[in-house]
């Protein structure tokens, strides 16, 4: 199914969706399309790295009517009660709430076995006990570990080198048993390094790219973990939201029950990404041209090469990433310098 038969099929027939991590980074955006869509949508999320101005945002940019359709419950996945009730009445479930970081997951181990394996239990119980039909969740591509055969197909030996990796890789395996053992269907998607809009830049386990950019604008001193040259795969929220409607939506039998890399299929280096955001914030603040970063020892359980072969997912799904890393920094520059209040090329804040 095209996203376009998507959004007429969606449009023509409203459903009730649960959208749960629905204030973090990719939930916001899973809330902002499916209100903008006119669906009923359940809105979960315990602000632990979710925000309050992530849901102004989004109630800022559809109409009212639109986010009159919006029920949020302030809970927490790990509370069995508050995932019953978020999924009562609902007809999907987005899966989205989780600790998502490597390092955090180092450091405390029983918090990461909480909020991704629990946490992702308890809302399969929940959606089954509502009559939810199919439910979607992030898995991560943290889940092959340091495997050299590139680029990753769904079938490659799996490896967790964390916490972490190893909670999404046990929520892979209940999604299985319970699609065999009681019929609801689950479509995991394996999410290489997402980056857009509303993507947290704070705090010691801040994905790099905004961390980057705002660094930049700021004047801040900057790292990198290891040599540079580690690669990764970089996918655009707009693209895992296009992803998340086509598995939620298909009607095609072999695409059910299945898990997908969802990625550009595009690898770059550290280095090549620090040259290429520079190179954005610079066209509109040149100091940033100056911005030389410091190599830091490599973090346990990084995975050192990541590169996504999305074929099932175009085939089966009818997946099509559109917009890439150059697209996709241009306009987050863009979002950044606005969001800091910065403007032109003066520095001026």
């Known amino acids: ?17 649960v959208v ?16 903008a ?23 800022a940019g559809v109409r009212a009517e639109q986010w009159e359709r919006f029920r949020f419950t302030q809970g927490d996945v790990r509370n069995f009660d508050d995932c019953l009730l978020v999924c009562a009445g609902a007809d999907r479930v987005l899966h989205h709430a989780a600790l998502c970081s490597v390092p955090g997951s180092i450091a405390d181990p029983l918090l990461a076995h909480a909020s991704n394996g629990t946490g992702f239990v308890n809302m399969l119980v929940a ?25 990753l197909v769904e079938t490659a030996k799996t490896g967790p080198l964390s916490p972490y990796a190893a909670s999404k890789l046990l929520d892979e395996v209940y999604a299985e048993v319970f699609s065999r053992c009681y019929g609801i269907e689950t479509m995991g998607l394996r999410y290489f390094n997402v980056f857009g809009r509303r993507q947290d830049p704070q705090g010691a386990y801040a994905a790099v790219i905004p961390r980057w950019i705002t660094g930049m604008i700021r004047g801040q001193s900057l790292h990198i973990n290891g040599d540079g040259e580690t690669t990764r795969d970089f996918c655009h929220v707009g693209n895992v939201v296009q992803a998340n409607l086509l598995a939620a939506t298909t009607d095609t039998p072999a695409a059910l029950n299945q898990v997908y890399n969802i990625a550009t299929g595009a690898q770059v280096t550290l280095n090549q990404l620090y040259a290429r955001i520079r190179e954005q914030v610079a066209s509109r603040l040149p100091e940033a041209r100056r911005a030389v970063p410091e190599y830091l020892p490599f973090r346990p359980g990084d995975v050192r090469h990541s590169w996504a072969d999305v074929d099932k997912a175009k085939r089966l799904l009818g997946y099509r990433p559109a917009q890439d890393l150059t697209d996709g920094l241009d306009e987050l520059v863009g979002w950044y310098f606005n969001t800091l209040g910065r403007c032109g090329h003066d520095g001026a804040s």
């Open 37 to 59: 869509l006119d669906q009923r949508v359940h809105g979960l999320d315990d602000f632990s790295s979710g925000h309050c101005h992530n849901l102004e945002q989004i109630r």
């Open 127 to 151: 959606a089954r006990a509502a009559g939810v039909a199919r439910m979607v969740f992030a898995t991560s591509s943290a889940v092959y570990g340091d495997n050299p055969a590139l680029p």
């Open 1 to 17: 199914m095209s996203e376009d038969r998507v959004v007429t099929q969606l449009r023509s027939n409203p459903r009730t969706w």
């Open 20 to 35: 749960t991590g629905a204030a973090g980074f990719i939930g916001s955006h899973l809330v902002e399309a499916l209100l």
